[in-house]
Structure formats: structure tokens, C-alpha cells
T-cell receptor, first 115, second 109 residues
Framework: EAEVAQSPRYKITEKSQAVAFWCDPI?????LYWYRQILGQGPELLVQ????????DSQLPKDRFSAERLKGVDSTLKIQPAELGDSAMYLC???FGTGASYEQYFGPGTRLTVT | TQLLEQSPQFLSIQEGENLTVYCNSS?????LQWYRQEPGEGPVLLVT?????EVKKLKRLTFQFGDARKDSSLHITAAQPGDTGLYLC?????????FGAGTTVTVRA
């Protein structure tokens, strides 16, 4: 069964350091999402791509976060510099298309701890 | 701010008992999805409901979408320890999903 792949699964970094997460969506899925899930809360959308284009990054803290999907397949989310409040689970999801009728499938996530 | 309110926040029951969790909003959604998430893992899609009043059954799980497409419920019959997890509802509007904070369900053997 096709799955969304994410790496690393766990990351511990010191504040002010740079950190990067990678996501490989399900093959054929044009839409890719990055979410942040703080403990005790539901996932919140950070950025959404349609192929290589950003559809929505309104909730992405652009002073320190960046995301790219250069070839419209896999994607990287970067934080520089990391802050203590960035500790969370970072989830990647993909769907066949963009719109309410397309179901999103999530990867296992990257658990980030900033010390 | 999350558009969807889930209740209860925590639920602990004995194996074999039934449970219901709720997902409420003042907003209308074009569809609503339910996910289960285990610790340290990503959410896994359980079901999507689209039509107001729709009821879907998956084995021991029954999902209902409110007539006005603002609320939903998940009912589990004869819960098993394998049902333990965080249950998240997510409402679809425009091209986005808005998630609730989830209900943590613990089923004791």
C-alpha cells in the first residue's frame, strides 16, 4: 500500500540552529501539505503545494520557516533559526488533487524537540 | 483558533463498553473526515462523510454527519483495546481541512 514517507522521524536540536524535514508523497499525488501539531491540539496547516506551486502559506512563519517542492514531487520544510516554541510534530500529507473532495493521507511525522 | 470543537477531551472506558465522541462547529462544511492517531504516528483516515444526515458504518464504528453539515459523531460499539487512540475530526471548506483538538480514547482490558 502506498504511503507518505517522512524523515527523520525524530529530531533534537538546540535553539538558534537550523533544521530540515523531508517528505515524499504518495506517487501521483499532486497536492502536498505540511502541518504542525502541538501536543494536545489538532494539526494546523503551514503550507500547501499544488505540484511545485504554493497554494497557501498564510500560516507559515516566513521569517524563520521555508518550504519548497522544486520538482513537484518531494518537499523540504526548513526552520532557521529554531526556537523553543517550534517543538512539535511536523506532519506531511498528500492528496490526488486540491479541493474538499480529495482525501488527505498523512505520513508518520517528524517529532521535533528544540532545547 | 480551531473551528471544530470536540468532546469529551478525554474518555476512558472498559473493554466491551460503548462510547460516543462529538465534533461540533458553527460553520458548514462540504465534508467531514474522521482520523485516528496513535502516539508518535500520523493520523490515519477512517471515513469521509459528505451528505447531511449521512450515516456510515465500518464494522463496530458508526459515523454520522449532521443534517446541517455542522456537526458529526463517532460511535464505537463494544470497544476493544485496539481502539485506543486520539480521534480527530476535520472539516473541509474551500480547499482546506480544519481539525479539532481531538478526543483521547483509552480502552482498558
Amino acid at each position: 500500500e502506498a504511503e507518505v514517507a517522512q524523515s527523520p522521524r525524530y529530531k533534537i536540536t538546540e535553539k538558534s540552529q537550523a533544521v530540515a524535514f523531508w517528505c515524499d508523497p504518495i506517487s501521483g499525488h499532486a497536492t502536498l501539505y505540511w502541518y504542525r501539531q502541538i501536543l494536545g491540539q489538532g494539526p494546523e496547516l503551514l503550507v500547501q503545494f499544488q505540484d511545485e506551486s504554493v497554494v497557501d502559506d498564510s500560516q507559515l512563519p516566513k521569517d524563520r520557516f521555508s518550504a519548497e517542492r522544486l520538482k513537484g514531487v518531494d518537499s523540504t520544510l526548513k526552520i532557521q533559526p529554531a526556537e523553543l516554541g517550534d517543538s512539535a510534530m511536523y506532519l506531511c500529507a498528500s492528496s490526488f488533487g486540491t479541493g474538499a473532495s480529495y482525501e488527505q493521507y498523512f505520513g508518520p511525522g517528524t517529532r521535533l524537540t528544540v532545547t | 483558533t480551531q473551528l471544530l470543537e470536540q468532546s469529551p477531551q478525554f474518555l476512558s472506558i472498559q473493554e466491551g463498553e460503548n462510547l460516543t465522541v462529538y465534533c461540533n462547529s458553527s460553520s458548514v462544511f462540504s465534508s467531514l473526515q474522521w482520523y485516528r492517531q496513535e502516539p508518535g504516528e500520523g493520523p490515519v483516515l477512517l471515513v469521509t462523510v459528505v451528505t447531511g444526515g449521512e450515516v456510515k458504518k465500518l464494522k463496530r464504528l458508526t459515523f454520522q454527519f449532521g443534517d446541517a453539515r455542522k456537526d458529526s459523531s463517532l460511535h464505537i460499539t463494544a470497544a476493544q483495546p485496539g481502539d485506543t487512540g486520539l480521534y480527530l475530526c476535520a472539516g473541509a471548506y474551500d480547499y482546506k481541512l480544519s481539525f479539532g483538538a481531538g478526543t483521547t480514547v483509552t480502552v482498558r482490558a
